[in-house]
């Protein structure tokens, strides 16, 4: 199961949302941050927040760790991103067999297209869960 820390936003009728935290990193930059890190925040300056699953009493501001089933993430993108590109790759080269030329090709394109976009919509994805409260007492070390 892959894990993360994140902090609790607030509560919905069908789970809790709540944004990631970040790790305080390997400090190697010095406390500076990684530049893959400054890339994204170009591009993401707000942090986005998630609704998962719950059955904890939890209120916001509350910091806990969230998993999700490994493979979950493989599956949801092959959804996404692979089977609409295959009905398109498949309706293209039936369209072609059935009726020789660009046009035909390109109509079976959307079509497939379409198709497995509809299909992708339709289908539901494992919505992470809340394992567990982070505990602070995991960071304590202890002497001896």
């Not at 902090?7 to 406390?31: M, N, Q």
């Not at 998962?52 to 009493?57: A, E, G, I, Q, T």
């Not at 760790?65 to 692979?82: F, N, T």
């Amino acid at each position: 199961m892959l894990e993360q820390t994140a902090e609790v936003v607030k509560a919905a009728a069908d789970g809790i949302w709540v944004k990631a935290v970040e790790p305080a990193g390997c400090g190697t930059c010095g406390g500076q941050g990684c530049s893959s890190r400054r890339i994204a925040e170009l591009f993401q300056r707000t942090p986005r927040h998630f609704l998962v699953d719950c059955d904890l009493s939890l209120s916001p501001g509350d910091r806990v760790v969230v998993g999700i089933v490994r493979g979950s993430v493989l599956r949801s993108a092959w959804r996404a991103y692979g089977l609409p590109l295959a009905l398109m790759l498949a309706g293209a080269l039936l369209a072609q067999a059935v009726w020789p030329g660009d046009g035909p090709a390109l109509a079976g394109m959307l079509l497939g297209g379409a198709v497995g976009w509809l299909v992708a919509r339709g289908g539901r994805t494992a919505r992470p869960v809340v394992l567990r409260r982070e505990s602070d007492t995991l960071f304590h070390m202890k002497k001896g």
